[in-house]
């Protein structure tokens, strides 16, 4: 009973530290910084399809480095269609009337961007990349919570289910049958030798008695 106790427990436990730990990140990735999935293949090899992605929010524009092919990488607007959100290196940038300008190019992209990218439009500079794929990132984290929150209410329901029907134990003492065996069937006598009835008192041959 104490094990079971101990075990549904420890299973709980487990769970509710499974599920914090995923809080914890959330608020620090979702709260702190912002997160996106990298669909695509065009920032190829630095960044695999399906990988996630950390972004810093708080980068000044005019730290973020932008160099061909080692360039800092931001995920910004895209200047042609606002609610897409782009994740590609900067190559270039220049200031004009206090406002900092960019030129972006995907890795695996054979030409630059034909647009200029202002800083207002950066979300921010990538600072983390997972290329676990995202999909079995999220199912590893719901395998992990789900056994463990399966194993903890099983044993709960199990521990519930020994208290409603507990063992019955008999404290009366096993009593063994006592059966004739063949041998003690029949009464030979001690005189002659014959065999008699198991009731026989004299020998029905002798006529001597047997007991």
């Known amino acids: 009973m104490n094990k079971l106790a101990g075990l549904a427990v420890a299973s ?40 996630f992605v950390v972004v810093q929010t708080r980068e000044a524009p005019a730290d973020i480095v932008a160099e061909y092919g080692t360039g800092d990488i931001i995920a910004f607007h895209n200047p042609t269609d606002f609610d897409v959100i782009v994740i590609y290196r900067t190559i270039d940038k220049e200031q004009s009337d206090g406002t900092w300008y960019f030129r972006t190019k995907g890795d695996a992209n054979n030409s630059p961007d034909y647009w ?41 329901l199990f521990l519930m289910a020994r208290e409603r029907h507990p063992k019955q134990e008999t404290t009366e003492p096993l009593r063994r049958e006592l059966r004739p065996t063949p041998q003690s069937a029949r009464l030979f006598c001690r005189y002659c030798g014959a065999e008699n009835k198991s009731d026989a008192v004299f020998c029905e041959r002798c006529g001597k008695k047997i007991v």
Do not use: D, H
């Open 12 to 51: 709980f436990l487990a769970c509710t530290a499974l599920i914090s730990i995923w809080m914890v990140s959330y608020v620090q990735v979702r709260v702190l910084n912002k997160a996106f999935f990298m669909w695509s293949g065009s920032m190829r090899p630095a960044i695999l399809e399906g990988s």
């Open 116 to 156: 200029r990218v202002p800083s207002s439009y950066i979300v921010g500079k990538v600072i983390a990349v997972n290329s676990f794929p995202a999909i079995v990132y999220f199912m590893s984290i719901f395998w992990f919570a789900g056994i463990a929150g399966l194993a903890s209410v099983s044993a709960v």
